[in-house]
């Protein structure tokens, strides 16, 4: 099946620092993809909708000036956590369908990348 | 609002035994239903899915039927193995809404030999 990689997997880092989180899908195309945080032992929240050559659209709630999305290309989405805090630590999760998002209920995932902010 | 909620894991069964794992969700309309599965180091998959009442949605030996009386999704198995011990997530969308996922917190399965 299609393969949507993240990078890093993990990352480490002081607090006040940004991290920037890659999502790429690798054998498709993807103009829409999604970034989750999972907090532990709870639900993947849905933060953000990012779209090809287009503003991201954010869940209520989501500080759009703090989780940066850029979607640059058909195959690249980047999260970047500016100014991170303790309390950003997380595990960030994308996802994208192929195709047109509204088309299809079909969604291939990120394995995630685990943010630890000292 | 939408929501989705699991039974809390972990999940310890025997290899061969009946897993059911329960998923009730409370939507303003008509959701789509889905599992999705998480093994070790790896992205989420989908498992099954069904699109509207009475729906059954199968693979790999799972099940689970769309029950609109009781807004239930209850994931089951005859007889698990070793290879199934994952996470389950239970989730919900609706057509038209871009396909925006709302997640159960996860249950953790895991299968003895």
């Known amino acids: 099946g299609a393969v949507v990689s993240q990078h890093p997997s993990w990352v480490i880092c002081k607090s006040g620092t940004s991290v920037k989180i890659e999502c790429r899908s690798l054998?498709?195309?993807?103009?829409?993809m999604f970034w989750y945080r999972q907090f532990p032992k709870q639900s993947l929240m849905l933060m953000a909708t990012?779209?090809?050559?287009?503003?991201?659209?954010?869940e209520q709630g989501v500080e759009k000036d703090k989780f940066l999305i850029n979607h640059a290309s058909l195959t690249l989405s980047t999260l970047t956590v500016t100014s991170a805090h303790p309390e950003d630590s997380s595990f960030y999760i994308c996802?994208?369908?192929?195709?047109?998002?509204?088309?299809?209920?079909?969604?291939?995932f990120g394995p995630g990348t685990r943010l630890t902010v000292l | 609002g939408n929501s989705v909620t699991q039974m809390e894991g972990p999940v310890t069964l025997s290899e061969e035994a009946f897993l059911t794992i329960n998923c009730t969700y409370t939507?303003?309309?008509?959701?789509?239903l889905f599992w999705y599965v998480q093994y070790p180091g790896e992205g989420l998959q989908l498992l099954l899915k069904?699109?509207?009442?009475?729906d059954k949605g199968s693979n790999k030996g799972f099940e689970a039927t769309y029950r609109k009386e009781t807004t239930s999704f209850h994931l089951e198995k005859g007889s698990v193995q070793v290879s199934d011990s994952a996470v389950y997530f239970c989730?919900?969308?609706?057509?038209?809404?871009?396909?925006?996922?709302?997640f159960g917190a996860g249950t953790r399965l895991a299968v003895h030999p």
């Open positions: 996802s994208a369908p192929p195709g047109l998002a509204e088309s299809t209920d079909t969604q291939y």
């Open positions: 054998d498709f195309q993807a103009t829409t």
């Open positions: 990012s779209n090809e050559g287009s503003k991201a659209t954010y």
């Open positions: 939507a303003t309309g008509y959701p789509s």
């Open positions: 069904a699109t509207k009442a009475d």
């Open positions: 989730a919900l969308s609706f057509s038209g809404g871009y396909n925006k996922l709302i």
